[in-house]
Each structure stands twice: as structure tokens, then as C-alpha cells.
């Protein structure tokens, strides 16, 4: 009876697949124990699951993936980059789809030849001032030559109450404030822009402008605004000698800048020495740089 019971018992665990043959033939004391101890033993004894280890093909594809997203997200960046340099005619194919336009200068690129601008960031001889001039009428003959004092202009502003900066120079005056900046560069604009309107101002000229700018921000305001400058003149004696005395160190340092600034894109000049009138080879040089 009993053999009977385990027979049936066998079969069934054969076709549960819980054991195989294999079992009762190395084990032949499971004929001996009782059906329940047999099934008890026989899941205790089954197969345990191996652990997955990371295949390395899986690591490949997500290195490749990520390399690919990295390629993507550059791209994208590369592509929203601003435009430092445009030519005049990707700026004018810019504004026509965009509708943006850009700020005008008071002098357009195509009137450089007719109005030229030479700037003196500090001059103490108006002797040299008049040389310099000379030199300037003979280089560009029939080219008028038009100085501009900003002292001058600032004067001429404090003096008549109907001009546009006479109250604020007077304030700034009277609570001893700099001048902001750009308020210089807007009086030499003003006074550019009034000459051009007269008949002088439809001949060719040669702006000089003097004592200006002594500072970069103005330097470049000008050019932002106004014109582009064509050369910037260092008076090297009165850089030397003459800008220590009546100017403080830190105006001094603001002065210089303005030289390294023109020095760094090769437009500016120094003048070593004072102008001779006997000495024609200095002013043949000078004729050549201006």
C-alpha cells in the first residue's frame, strides 16, 4: 500500500517537474522517507537563480548614446551663439528679417572719405595745435580743417541759457560733480552735426579735435555715435612733461589708456618731439602717418 502511495507520489513530481529521475537514482533514500519529506526536500534542493551580471554589449550602447546626446546639446548651443562680426550685407539682409534696425552713426561708413576726424587726447602747446593743422590743410589740399575745443563748447553751454545742457552743467558745477559720462561726447556730436548743417560743412574736412577723449568709454562712444577716428595723435613732450602738473594720477592713467586703446588696433601716433620748421624730414614722416 505504502508502495503504491509513493509510486503515485513519484509521478507526480515527474510531471511537476519538481524532480527528475535523476534524484531517486543517486538518491535512493527518498524511497524510504514519507511523500511529504520527499516534496519538502525537493523544493529546498531546487535550482538557485544565478545573479545577472552587466553584459558589456548594454555598456557600449549607453556610452554611444550619451556621446550622441553630448554631439546634440553642442550643436544646439553652437547654433544659439550671438554673432560678434557681420558684413554690410549680412547686417542689412539682419534688419530685413528682423525688422531690427541699427543705431545710425551721425557719419555712415560711406561719408569716411569726406570727413576724416584726428583726435589729441592731451595738448598743452597751441603752437603745435596750429603746426599739426598746417600739416593737415597740406596733406588734404581743398579740405577744409575744423577744430573743435570741448572746453570751448562746454563754455558756450554755461553761457547761454537757451542751449540744452546749460542747467545741467551748471548743477554739476555747482555741487562739484563729474561730468557723466558721454556728456562730452554728446557736446562734440552737437557741434559736428550743427557744422555739417552750414555751408562749410558740405566740403570735405578734416575734424581735429583736442584735448579728447581722455578716457576709453569716451573713446569709444565716439565711435559708437559718431565717426570712426582716423588717427589718435600722442604729443609725447606734453604727455611727459606737461599732463603730470595739472593732471591727478588717476586722469593721468585715464589718458594713457586712450593711447593703448588706438595703439592696440594701429591708429595711433606719437609725436616724439616738438615740430621743428626747419626739420622737413620730421614733418615728410608726418605727412605719411596722418
Known amino acids: 500500500m505504502f508502495a503504491r502511495s509513493l509510486l503515485r507520489y513519484q509521478s507526480q513530481l515527474l510531471s511537476r517537474r519538481l524532480i527528475t529521475p535523476s534524484k531517486f537514482a543517486n538518491h535512493p533514500s527518498l524511497l524510504n522517507q514519507s511523500p511529504v519529506s520527499v516534496i ?50 549680412e547686417f542689412q539682409q539682419y534688419e530685413e528679417e528682423t525688422g531690427v534696425k541699427r ?25 603745435q595745435l596750429s603746426k599739426i593743422v598746417n600739416l593737415l590743410k597740406s596733406k588734404d589740399e581743398g579740405a577744409n580743417v575744423k577744430v573743435i575745443d570741448p572746453t570751448e563748447l562746454i563754455e558756450q553751454q554755461k553761457q547761454d541759457e537757451g542751449l540744452r545742457y546749460h542747467y545741467l552743467l551748471q548743477d554739476l558745477d555747482e555741487q562739484k560733480k563729474p561730468y557723466p559720462q558721454g556728456l562730452i561726447t554728446a557736446l562734440v556730436k552737437q557741434d559736428i552735426n550743427n557744422y555739417m548743417n552750414t555751408r562749410l560743412g558740405t566740403f570735405d574736412t578734416n575734424f581735429l579735435i583736442k584735448n579728447y577723449p581722455q578716457t576709453t568709454a569716451e573713446a569709444i562712444k565716439f565711435e559708437n555715435d559718431v565717426a570712426d577716428i582716423q588717427k589718435c595723435l600722442i604729443l609725447h613732450f606734453d604727455m611727459l612733461n606737461e599732463l603730470p602738473k595739472y593732471k591727478s594720477v588717476d586722469e593721468k592713467r585715464a589718458i594713457e589708456n586712450v593711447n593703448g586703446y588706438f595703439d592696440s588696433v594701429g591708429r595711433a601716433k606719437t609725436l616724439v618731439d616738438k615740430f621743428d620748421p626747419m626739420d622737413q624730414e620730421f614733418e615728410e614722416i608726418m605727412m605719411e602717418d596722418l
Open 40 to 89: 519538502r526536500r525537493c523544493y529546498a534542493s531546487g535550482p538557485t537563480p544565478k545573479k545577472k551580471e552587466p553584459v558589456v554589449r548594454y555598456l557600449f550602447y549607453m556610452v554611444v548614446l550619451s556621446w550622441v546626446a553630448m554631439y546634440y546639446v553642442a550643436n544646439r548651443v553652437d547654433k544659439k551663439t550671438v554673432k560678434q562680426s557681420f558684413t554690410e550685407r
Open 103 to 127: 543705431r545710425n552713426k551721425l557719419i555712415s561708413s560711406d561719408l569716411n572719405n569726406k570727413y576724416k576726424f584726428y583726435v589729441i587726447p592731451y595738448i598743452h602747446d597751441n603752437d
